[in-house]
């Protein structure tokens, strides 16, 4: 028997009778996570599998305990669901779930640690400072804009470090603009990164695990009606245009999805994950952040890609659900295995 054939009758085996679909929390995407979660729970009733929806408050663990044997789908988009810590949690209460650990979720998640992970692995990255609030107050805008202005150039993109959904996002074309697209960076979090503005072509590419290893899906270009790919029109229908696949030429699509699969691996991501990038006019990709809990909308680029790839939201869902199932039940098989005796 293959491994795959091994994998595929584990994982048949440990069909899990329920779901717990996490979506909501307390971060600036909750809207958006709820909305996620609707559809993934949706998605895997429609493979006959018993969801129970749930939002991250002080019931959640009693809740979990009254289900051994529950499966978690985060579907939790921003810091709360994003970072890690939950996962953790899941972890330390040894509840299987789908996803990247905790550890691979934090580096992910900050996107100045993740650029230099990427940069360090060969892959190209704009040019990029990190700056804490602290920094930016006590040494002064007009010292830091002058400095980053030489370093970095004009246009640039500023971003909070940790955060999802483009919020606290800014494209600066003029020295004066800086200061205003720090402060909006630091409201979503105490450390901005600056970075150079790299144009190009837009897409995005989800890399998923259905239980025989990481296949990137086709990359999906976004082309917003407004010009900016911002948190209005990532999750307002018809402000943008999705093309799946991209219109860029065969090389180039395998560029991308060797990016996506070389990040995914890097940084030590499993089941699930969606890395942006722009593709320059020499048809180089570009990273530009990765997401370890992408969102499910009705218009967001995964649902997209996975019916460009011929699969079924719902199909691909349960997959993953049966994988983390699968997961657990080696573990648990390894530790209660008596150690050989040399």
Known sequence: MTQD?????????THPQTVVVLSGGLSHERDVSLRSGRRVSEALRSQGLEVVESDVDSALVPRLAELPGAVVFPVLHGEAGEDGALREVLALLNVPFVGSVGSASRVA?????????????GLRTPVQVA??????????AQALVAALGRQIGFPMMVKPSRGGSALGCSKVNRAEELPSAMVGAYAYGPVAVVEEFIEGTEVTVAVVDRGQGPAALPAVEIRPDSGVYDYTSRYTAGANRFL?????????????????????????????????LIITADGEPVFLEVNVAP??????????????????LGKMCADLVRVARARDTADRAALETPAAVS
């Open 5 to 13: 054939e091994r994998t595929q009758q584990l994982s048949e085996s």
């Open 109 to 121: 998640f900050d996107k100045s640690i993740a650029t230099t992970v990427v940069a360090d692995a």
């Open 131 to 140: 700056l804490p609030h602290e920094i930016f107050r006590e040494l002064g």
């Open 244 to 276: 799946c696949p991209a219109e860029v030429g065969p090389e180039v699509a395998q560029r991308c999805a060797q990016l996506a699969l070389t990040v995914h691996a890097e940084l030590g991501l499993r089941d699930i994950s969606r890395t942006d």
């Open 295 to 312: 969102g499910m909308t009705e218009t967001s680029a995964v649902p997209l890609a996975i019916e460009a790839a011929g699969w079924s």
